[in-house]
T-cell receptor, first 115, second 110 residues
Framework: GAGVSQTPSNKVTEKGKYVELRCDPI?????LYWYRQSLGQGPEFLIY????????DSGLPNDRFFAVRPEGSVSTLKIQRTERGDSAVYLC?????????????FGPGTRLTVL | AQRVTQPEKLLSVFKGAPVELKCNYS??????LFWYVQYSRQRLQLLLR??SRESIKGFTADLNKGETSFHLKKPIAQEEDSAMYYC????????????FGKGITLSVRP
């Protein structure tokens, strides 16, 4: 079946603009995760959803970042007033349920470049 | 706080040589440990996890709680093993967010 998909694959924007990044998880997966990967670093956790609710948003760096998952499937990561330091690859992952013992399946990522 | 340390950025070996990719962790509790791999132009994927105690593509990893390590090993490297490898940790329960190390590039030369 289809894996996790993310759109767009690349996004170039100007400093100060607003962007939305979309994630389509594997069908039936109730848990959805967002990570950010800067150059030369491993992925860093941002937020995860169990169903429609954000179960842990402790990784969001500041209040410019917000994510939603209104119907428990597709999720959108929203970044307001983008800064050059937001440039990174944003990864989405999903799993059958939120458990440390359940495999997370990753999408291909969205490469965000803030000029 | 949970932390994963991969002390090396690059390991270059010849085909047929043994490989060991190091990983140390810090976690107050019983962690779940994983190795993820990213081949060129592919997405991040799970290679193996300590709970499964299995060998995948000839790789094994043993959790050493005394040394807080989870090193990845393969006795005979193949060229197709060349990739980026990440060690990761999560809690066992609902605390399922993954904490990753910085990753190591494994290059296997012919």
């Amino acid at each position: 079946g289809a894996g996790v998909s993310q759109t767009p694959s690349n996004k170039v924007t100007e400093k100060g603009k607003y962007v939305e990044l979309r994630c389509d998880p594997i069908s039936g997966h109730t848990a959805l995760y967002w990570y950010r990967q800067s150059l030369g670093q491993g992925p860093e956790f941002l937020i995860y959803f169990q169903g429609t609710g954000a179960a842990d948003d402790s990784g969001l760096p500041n209040d410019r970042f917000f994510a939603v998952r209104p119907e428990g499937s597709v999720s959108t990561l929203k970044i307001q007033r983008t800064e050059r330091g937001d440039s990174a690859v944003y990864l989405c992952a999903s799993s059958l349920k939120a458990s440390g013992r359940v495999e997370q399946f990753f999408g291909p990522g969205t490469r965000l470049t803030v000029l | 706080a949970q932390r994963v340390t991969q002390p090396e950025k690059l390991l270059s070996v010849f085909k047929g040589a043994p490989v060991e990719l190091k990983c140390n962790y810090s976690y107050s509790g019983s962690p779940e440990l994983f190795w993820y791999v990213q081949y060129s132009r592919q997405r991040l994927q799970l290679l193996l996890r300590h709970i499964s105690r299995e060998s995948i593509k000839g790789f094994t990893a043993d959790l050493n709680k005394g040394e807080t390590s989870f090193h990845l090993k393969k006795p005979i490297a193949q060229e197709e093993d060349s990739a980026m490898y990440y060690c990761a940790l999560s809690g066992a329960g609902a605390n399922s967010k993954l904490t990753f190390g910085k990753g190591i590039t494994l290059s296997v030369r012919p």
